[in-house]
């Protein structure tokens, strides 16, 4: 079994920036990919960013340039370095694992961003 944690969501103004961190903890080993997505009021879950084990990370486009996805290994913690937040990045942001096919999900943390 694999449990994610995340933390460092909070209240922010528009323009500033937060760090999301993700603590994998079990039975992790071998390739598998974090991601982080996004879930805003009345929508649907959205992915926002992945890295792997290689590394090699992706993003989308809504976020790319603002956000980057890093991980530390001997930590099992991927982070999620938002800059330039805007209003429309509020929402609950989940952290995921995927290996051999299953996927992992933490309870998410919020992010609002208002001024």
């Known amino acids: 079994q694999v449990q994610l944690v995340e933390s460092g969501g909070g209240l922010v103004q528009p323009g500033e920036s937060l760090r999301?961190?993700?603590?994998?903890?079990?039975?992790i080993f071998g390739f598998y990919i974090?991601?982080?997505?996004?879930?805003?009021?009345?929508k649907q879950r959205d992915w926002v960013a992945s890295i792997s084990t290689l590394p090699s990370t992706n993003y989308a486009d809504s976020v790319r340039g603002r956000f980057?996805?890093?991980r530390d290994n001997a930590e099992n913690t991927v982070y999620l370095q938002m800059n330039s937040l805007k209003p429309e990045d509020t929402a609950v942001y989940y952290c995921k694992l995927s290996r051999m096919g299953v996927d992992y999900w933490g309870k998410g943390t919020l992010v609002t961003v208002s001024s």
């Not at 999301?20 to 039975?27: K, Q």
């Open 20 to 27: 999301l961190s993700c603590a994998a903890s079990g039975s």
């Open 68 to 70: 980057t996805i890093s």
């Open 34 to 42: 974090m991601g982080w997505y996004r879930q805003a009021p009345g």
